[in-house]
C-alpha cells in the first residue's frame, strides 16, 4: 500500500551551543511516483530544517540535516532541565494525493538533545613525560570544547607534595 514512513532517526545524543546539529532521517517511500512530499524538523513549533521531495515509491531514502544549534528556541521557563531540548522530526504526503497515505502514524517521531554549554574537561595524569601522553594532551587542547590539563609525576620523595597529589582535584565534584 502507498505509505510514507519514517524508518530511523540519527541525531547526536548532545551538541555543543555554538555548533551545527546535524543528522541524518531515514524514511520508507512506497507512494506512486510523483507525490509531493516534505520532511520536516521543529521544536517548540519552530521549523528548524524542512526538504520538499517527489516520492517515488523506490523504497529506502535518506536525507541529511544541519542546522545551527543557537537557533533552537530556548527552553520554557517551567522545564526542570533547561539544557534539553525536543525536536519533533515528520515526514507527510502533501497536496491533493495526500490522502494515499495508508496511515499517518508511522509519520512522526520526537527526540531529545541536550545543549552542552560547558567545555569538557580532561585531565592527563603521567609518571613522565612521554609522546603519547603529550599527543593526547595537544589533541584536546587544540579543540575549543576542551579543557585539557596535563601533570607529570616531578618524582619527589614525599608523594602527598607531588605535583600529581597536588593537581589532583580534592572533591568528588571537582573531579566530575
Known amino acids: 500500500p502507498a505509505d510514507l514512513s519514517l524508518v530511523d532517526l540519527i541525531v547526536p545524543e548532545s551538541v555543543f551551543s555554538e555548533e551545527q ?3 541524518r532521517v531515514m524514511i520508507q517511500d512506497s507512494m506512486p511516483p510523483g507525490v509531493p ?4 524538523i521543529q521544536s517548540q513549533g519552530k521549523t528548524m530544517w ?3 521531495f517527489q516520492a517515488d515509491g523506490k523504497g ?6 544541519a542546522f545551527p544549534v543557537r537557533e533552537l528556541p530556548i527552553a520554557a521557563a517551567s522545564d526542570a532541565d533547561k539544557t534539553l531540548r525536543t525536536l519533533s522530526v515528520q515526514v507527510a504526503a502533501t ?3 495526500a490522502a494515499l497515505e495508508k496511515t499517518r502514524a508511522n509519520n512522526a517521531r520526537e527526540v531529545a538533545v ?5 567545555k ?4 592527563v595524569l603521567d609518571g613522565r613525560p612521554r609522546w603519547e601522553t603529550r599527543y593526547i594532551h595537544n589533541h ?8 585539557a590539563s596535563i601533570v607529570f609525576d616531578d618524582l619527589i620523595e614525599d608523594a602527598a607534595e607531588g605535583a600529581i597529589q597536588l593537581n589532583f582535584p580534592k572533591t568528588r565534584d571537582d573531579l566530575f
Open 37 to 40: 512530499s516534505v520532511v520536516r
Open 50 to 52: 524542512e526538504q520538499v
Open 21 to 23: 546539529l546535524q543528522g
Open 120 to 123: 569538557r574537561k580532561l585531565l
Open 60 to 65: 529506502e531514502r535518506r536525507f541529511d540535516f
Open 95 to 97: 497536496g491533493d494525493q
Open 114 to 118: 541536550h545543549l552542552l554549554t560547558k
Open 140 to 147: 584536546f587542547d587544540r579543540d575549543e570544547r576542551w579543557s
